[in-house]
T-cell receptor
Framework: GNSVTQMEGPVTLSEEAFLTINCTYT??????LFWYVQYPGEGLQLLLK?????DKGSNKGFEATYRKETTSFHLEKGSVQVSDSAVYFC???????????FGIGTKLQVIP | EAQVTQNPRYLITVTGKKLTVTCSQNMNHEYMSWYRQDPGLGLRQIYYSMNVEVTDKGDVPEGYKVSRKEKRNFPLILESPSPNQTSLYFC???????????FGSGTRLTVV
């Protein structure tokens, strides 16, 4: 079956540091890939997405590139802020919309 | 405002007492889904629906029921709740498989 692997964290960074959260996946075919963010006490929000190989999704300074050869969709941001502290989920959606699979979530803490 | 509305936000109940968590979306989305979120386990899909009267099991359907009689509503029913169903529940909807989900704010359920 499909699966998504990401580190649970927490990842602790100082403000203005570079962020990478790794995400690798296992799926047949060509799924769509997503990053979601969950702030404390809230539901998940779609952060960015990519629907085919080599697509780059971007939003709010975050970026991720769909790499089919390495089955990866790593999340990056050049300079994190305290307000980026949240839990980040990687997810995949297969073609034909079967079960959407989420990773375990990575908690990010940014300290001033 | 485009949104997914879940009710209630918080619920404490006793073992065996039937309950329903409601979910409604105002975006005319085809797809709806229920997830539960547990520490260390991430999000796990309970049930999903691709259209009215079309539902299917996710990864953890045992002990849950759903129905999709109208496009906008997708209630989650626990016929006989047990303490292992204590969790944070999210309803989500999407237009199509490449769109990504819009999530509700969550329902924190405690079964004693």
């Amino acid at each position: 079956g499909n699966s998504v692997t990401q580190m649970e964290g927490p990842v602790t960074l100082s403000e203005e540091a570079f962020l990478t959260i790794n995400c690798t996946y296992t799926a047949t075919g060509y799924p769509s890939l997503f990053w979601y963010v969950q702030y404390p006490g809230e539901g998940l929000q779609l952060l960015l997405k990519a629907t085919k190989a080599d697509d780059k999704g971007s939003n709010k300074g975050f970026e991720a590139t769909y790499r089919k050869e390495t089955t990866s969709f790593h999340l990056e941001k050049g300079s994190v802020q305290v307000s980026d502290s949240a839990v980040y989920f990687c997810a995949l959606s297969p073609r034909g919309y079967q079960k959407v699979t989420f990773g375990i979530g990575t908690k990010l803490q940014v300290i001033p | 405002e485009a949104q997914v509305t879940q009710n209630p936000r918080y619920l404490i109940t006793v073992t065996g007492k039937k309950l329903t968590v409601t979910c409604s979306q105002n975006m005319n989305h085809e797809y709806m889904s229920w997830y539960r979120q547990d520490p260390g386990l991430g999000l796990r899909q309970i049930y999903y629906s691709m259209n009215v009267e079309v539902t299917d099991k996710g990864d953890v359907p045992e002990g849950y029921k759903v129905s999709r009689k109208e496009k906008r509503n997708f209630p989650l029913i626990l016929e006989s709740p047990s303490p292992n169903q204590t969790s944070l529940y999210f309803c989500a909807s999407s237009l199509q498989e490449t769109s990504g989900y819009t999530f509700g704010s969550g329902t924190r359920l405690t079964v004693v």
